[in-house]
């Protein structure tokens, strides 16, 4: 939580502005001020009061997110069409995708079901990988500024519909449940599936969103203080 005296700031519009407004940082969980000290990169800065960790600065943090990030984008083509389970009864068989759930739950009649599993494992993951690759390449560039801050806050929407943990759950119930009734092959999708799922969680702890507004208020003090250059020497 932050507190202003002098009313609502965007974040990059704080990270530019920190030294002049005397913002200070308070604890999530006991409200202790902390004043407006930052984790160094590679640390984390922890309450003194009830140790509750207040902000984690991974070190190369946008370069780390890029690339798990673009990895998810990769591995998610073949975790949602190749075959995750092979599942046989006597002569009948049957492989399951990540895709062909949805369409059973559809064909069942369980629209609003097959819609949210649809959101939740598939549009949402996807989405939440597009963004961080965005976010991570796109505050390299000054002219990406605005549409990275936009991405930055739909990310913080999205983040928590993205439910790949919970469906890998409903996977691995299904082994244990249906092993005995028939013969289940893991097959490679399921693979590819855990991976995206390790990735996912990766991204969770190599993303710092702070270090995205620091890289663009930085950018902005400078291309400011360049320009205030430039009319002084006009001036002059």
Request: aromatic fraction near 10%; glycine fraction near 8%.
């Amino acid at each position: 939580m932050h507190i202003r005296s002098n009313g609502y700031h965007s974040p990059m519009e704080q990270g530019a502005n920190d030294s002049a407004t005397g913002w200070q940082q308070a604890c999530h969980e006991c409200d202790l001020l902390l004043g407006n000290s930052s984790a160094p990169p590679g640390g984390k800065l922890v309450c003194p009061r009830c140790a509750a960790l207040i902000h984690r600065n991974p070190a190369r943090s946008i370069h780390y997110t890029a690339a798990l990030s673009i990895s998810g984008l990769l591995l998610f083509i073949p975790a949602a069409t190749l075959p995750m389970l092979n599942f046989s009864i006597i002569a009948f068989g049957s492989e399951n995708t990540l895709l062909n759930g949805v369409f059973s739950l559809f064909g069942a009649g369980y629209i609003w079901l097959a819609s949210l599993v649809l959101f939740c494992s598939v549009i949402a993951p996807f989405f939440r990988f597009l963004l961080l690759a965005f976010i991570s390449l796109g505050c390299l560039w000054g002219a990406l500024d605005r549409p990275v801050a936009r991405a930055v806050r739909w990310y913080q929407h999205i983040k928590e519909w993205a439910m790949l943990d919970v469906y890998m759950l409903g996977v691995l119930v299904a082994l244990i449940k249906m092993q005995s009734l028939g013969r289940m092959v893991v097959e490679s999708g399921l693979y590819c599936f855990v991976g995206l799922m390790v990735l996912s969680n990766l991204t969770l702890l190599s993303f710092d969103q702070q270090s995205v507004w620091r890289r663009m208020a930085r950018r902005r003090a400078a291309t400011q203080a360049a320009g205030n250059g430039e009319s002084s020497g006009a001036a002059s």
